[in-house]
C-alpha cells in the first residue's frame, strides 16, 4: 500500500510557514519534498525558538518528511544546480520575497515555458498588481489587514490568533491548489501556473464576520473566549477546573435549566427565552451560571451535561495536549527525531485513509543533510558535489 503521491517530487524554495506547512502536506501524501536553503543558516524559521533540539517548534512542525538542500543562489554554479533540481520536479512551491523568483528564473511563466507539463505555485503577500503588490507580509501582519485582530480579544483588548492562521490558510490553499493541478494533468498532459496570496486565502475565512459586519452595520464583539453572537457559549469557571459548553438553540437551554440549573423557570424568563435576549443580557446569564457551577466538580458539571445532551468540553492546556485521553486511545502521536534533540511528540495526519498508511518514519532533516544525496541523485559527480558544498 503506497501513498498517493508516491514518485512525485516537489521542489520548494520557501521559508517561515506558509510554504513550507504546504510542503509538509503534501510529504505526508508521499510526495518527495526537497527544500532548498540558503547557506549559513537555512530557513530562518529553524531559529524561531529552541524548542525542538536544534530547530524551532514551528520548524519541527511544518518540515518532517522532506530532505533538505543547501544551494546559493546567488552563485552561477548553485543556481544552475537549483534549476538542474526543478528539471527533475512535478512541482515547483515558492515563497521568497516580492521579485525573487523571477531575478533567479525561477518564477512559473519561465519554468513553464520551458517545460508545460510542470505545477508551479508561487506564494506572496498581497498578489500581484495592486498597491500592496511589492510589500512584505507575515502572519500577525495579514491578521491585521483582514480584520481578524477587530474580531480577537476581549472587550477593549484586542489579540493577534494564537496560532499562525493566515500562513495555515493559504498553506492549506497550496496543497488544495496543487493537488487539482496534479489531476488536472493527470487528464490533459497540462502543468498550471499557480499564484496564492496571504491576504486572500484569510479573506477568505473571514467571509461570515464580513457578512455579519455587513448586514448588520457592526463587526462581531470581541467576547474572549465566548461566542459573540451566541448565549451561553464559551468557557465557565467550576469548582475545581473549568469546562466550556455551547448551547445553540431553545430546546438545549431549556434542558440546562432544568437538568443543570435545577430551574426551569429560567427557560421562558424573557432576559434569557431567546438566543438574542441572552446575549443582550449575558453579564446577568453568566452570573447565574457562575454561581451554579461554583459547587459543581468538572466531573459533576460534566455528567450533568451529559444528561442533559449539552455539547460540552474540557478546557484543556496545550502541554497537556499529547496526553489528551481521546488522543491517546487513537494513537494520534508519533515520536518524530529532530536535529540535536530527542524525539519529539508530533500529530499523525487527522486523516484516517483506507487507501494509504500514515507517515510513522518522517524526520525532521538537518540543514542540508541530504545536499549530496540529492546532488548525486543529479548526476552530478563528486568533484562538482564537493565544489557545491564546500
Not at 544551494?71 to 548553485?78: E, N, P, Q, V, Y
Not at 463587526?219 to 477546573?241: K, L, T, V
Amino acid at each position: 500500500m503506497s501513498a498517493p503521491l508516491t514518485g512525485i517530487r516537489v521542489v520548494s524554495f520557501d521559508h517561515a510557514v506558509s510554504v513550507p506547512y504546504a510542503g509538509r502536506l503534501l510529504a505526508d501524501l508521499g510526495a518527495d519534498v526537497v527544500k532548498v536553503e540558503r547557506p549559513g543558516g537555512g530557513d530562518f524559521a529553524r531559529g524561531y525558538d529552541a524548542a525542538c533540539g536544534e530547530v524551532s517548534s514551528y520548524f519541527a512542525w511544518i518540515n518532517r518528511g522532506k530532505r533538505s538542500v543547501v544551494l546559493d543562489l546567488k552563485s552561477a554554479d548553485g543556481l544552475a544546480a537549483a534549476h538542474r533540481l526543478v528539471d527533475t520536479a512535478d512541482v515547483v512551491l515558492a515563497n521568497l520575497g516580492p521579485g525573487a523568483t523571477a531575478r533567479l528564473g525561477l518564477d512559473g511563466d519561465t519554468l513553464r515555458g520551458r517545460r508545460p507539463s510542470l505545477i508551479t505555485c508561487e506564494l506572496s503577500g498581497y498578489g500581484e498588481g495592486g498597491p500592496s503588490a511589492g510589500r512584505k507580509a507575515y502572519d500577525a501582519l495579514i491578521q491585521s489587514e483582514a480584520g481578524l485582530l477587530e474580531l480577537t480579544g476581549d472587550g477593549d483588548v484586542t489579540a493577534r490568533a494564537g496560532i499562525s492562521v493566515a500562513d495555515i490558510a493559504a498553506g492549506v490553499q497550496v496543497q488544495s491548489a496543487v493537488l487539482a493541478a496534479l489531476f488536472h494533468r493527470e487528464r490533459t498532459g497540462e502543468g498550471a501556473t499557480l499564484r496564492i496570496s496571504l491576504l486572500e486565502a484569510l479573506t477568505e475565512w473571514m467571509h461570515q464576520p464580513m457578512l455579519y459586519a455587513l448586514g448588520t452595520g457592526r463587526a462581531p464583539a470581541r467576547s474572549g473566549g465566548h461566542h459573540p453572537s451566541i448565549a451561553p457559549y464559551g468557557p465557565f469557571p467550576c469548582a475545581d477546573g473549568a469546562v466550556h459548553l455551547a448551547v445553540q438553540n431553545e430546546r438545549e437551554w431549556l434542558r440546562l435549566c432544568t437538568t443543570v440549573l435545577g430551574d426551569p423557570a429560567l427557560a421562558v424568563d424573557e432576559r434569557f427565552a431567546s438566543v438574542r435576549s441572552r446575549v443582550e443580557h449575558r453579564e446577568e446569564l453568566h452570573a447565574l451560571l457562575h454561581a451554579r457551577f461554583a459547587g459543581l466538580t468538572q466531573e459533576r458539571l460534566g455528567a450533568l451535561l451529559d444528561e442533559a445532551d449539552i455539547a460540552w468540553s474540557a478546557v484543556g492546556h496545550v502541554a497537556a495536549l499529547p496526553r489528551h485521553p481521546q488522543l491517546v486511545a487513537r494513537a494520534r502521536f508519533v515520536g518524530v527525531p529532530v536535529p540535536g534533540g530527542e524525539r519529539v511528540p508530533m500529530a499523525v495526519p487527522p486523516v484516517d485513509s483506507s487507501a494509504w498508511p500514515p507517515p510513522l518514519d518522517a524526520e525532521v532533516p538537518a540543514l542540508g543533510a541530504h545536499t549530496r544525496e540529492v546532488l548525486a541523485e543529479l548526476g552530478h559527480t563528486a568533484e562538482e558535489i564537493e565544489k557545491l558544498t564546500g
